[in-house]
């Protein structure tokens, strides 16, 4: 066999390197060989609603993921997925997050509260989720969860907001129907100043 180096041998490299290369073989084996020796913990607990979720985790998925797709938590929804719409919304230690901009791993040792562990044991539902129905806040409901939990993060810190207030809390959940007043209606309602 010949081996001198031909015009023929060298393309035929080049277009083997190239497509080895972009397959992302070459990316995982170079993130591996970089890795510490202990690698990344997978399995975590997670404090979830007020009880310890034991979860097999990746280390760059988000909160979101984990909530919908490996705990069945469905109720963060995940719409932009880049940070802008609110949909994912969740409290972190009383603080609002979008979920879907969070690292699971970043929240090991925090609280997290979804909106399900809004309603009580016995199914009554939190003032803010009863004030939405009477208000008739939702249209198609989408992004109500996350309106929702960004009013319970601003009761909580201040229980009787001004309207501006509840505006300007509430002005990272985009409504795709337009049903921003009835959602601030609610959280009025909420905080007992609208009957």
């Known amino acids: 066999m010949n081996s001198r180096l ?3 041998r060298f393309i035929k490299g080049v277009i ?13 084996y170079a993130s591996a060989a970089s890795r510490s020796a202990g690698g990344v913990e997978r399995l975590i607990s997670l404090n979830i609603n007020g009880r310890t979720r034991r979860v097999d985790v990746a280390p760059q998925e988000t909160l979101a993921h984990t909530l ?9 929804k995940i719409g932009c997925n880049r940070g802008e719409c609110g949909a994912c919304t969740v409290t972190i230690d009383d603080v609002t997050n979008y ?3 969070t690292l699971t791993h970043s929240v090991k040792d925090r609280a997290v509260l979804t909106v399900e562990g809004l309603r009580a044991a016995d ?13 008739l806040s939702p249209q198609c409901g989408f992004c109500t969860p996350g309106q929702i939990m960004s009013a319970v993060a601003l009761l909580k810190v201040n229980p009787r907001p001004t309207r ?7 002005a990272g959940n985009l409504c795709r129907c ?4 009835h959602y601030l209606n609610g959280v009025m309602r909420a ?5």
């Open 6 to 8: 031909t015009r023929r």
């Open 16 to 28: 083997f390197v190239g497509a080895a290369a972009s397959s992302g073989a070459g990316l995982y």
């Open 68 to 76: 919908r797709y490996k705990l069945g938590l469905t109720g963060t």
């Open 99 to 101: 979920a879907c901009s």
């Open 123 to 135: 199914g009554t539902l939190h003032p803010v989720q009863q004030a939405f129905i009477d208000e």
């Open 164 to 170: 501006d207030e509840v505006r300007q809390a509430m």
């Open 178 to 181: 337009g049903a921003y007043e």
């Open 191 to 195: 905080s007992g100043q609208l009957s």
